[in-house]
């Protein structure tokens, strides 16, 4: 079973920076895509950014030019560089990390536990 863990959310001035990490740990598994999704009070969950394994990177229109997506495959981690961060950006930020399951050759899909980004004065 594969499991992520979020870390690197806090409280930030408008115009400044943060960087979320998330780590996938388990056993057998190839990730294939890794995405970071964010959710605002009564709002849905949305997609920021994803990156496949051929690191094809796809942005919101909101965070285009702002945020970064990366992975560092050895790590089983993906990182979310977010700059010039805004009041609008405040969210639950989750990870989500699809792949195959090496024993069964099956598809999986995980969701991190999300962790809280708050742009405030």
């Known amino acids: 079973q594969v499991q992520l863990v979020e870390s690197g959310g806090g409280l930030v001035q408008p115009g400044g920076s943060l960087r979320l990490s998330c780590v996938a740990s388990g056993r057998q598994f190839s990730i294939a895509r890794m995405a970071w999704y964010r959710q605002a009070p009564s709002m849905e969950r949305d997609l920021v950014a994803q990156?496949?394994?051929?690191?094809?990177?796809n942005y919101a229109d909101s965070v285009k030019g702002r945020f970064t997506i990366s992975r560092d495959n050895a790590k089983n981690t993906v990182y979310l560089q977010m700059n010039s961060l805004k009041p609008e950006d405040t969210a639950v930020y989750y990870c989500?990390?699809?792949?195959?399951?090496?024993?069964?050759?099956?598809?999986?899909?995980?969701w991190g536990q999300g962790t809280l980004v708050t742009v405030s004065s």
């Open positions: 990156i496949d394994n051929g690191d094809s990177t």
């Open positions: 989500n990390a699809g792949g195959i399951a090496i024993p069964t050759s099956r598809w999986f899909e995980v």
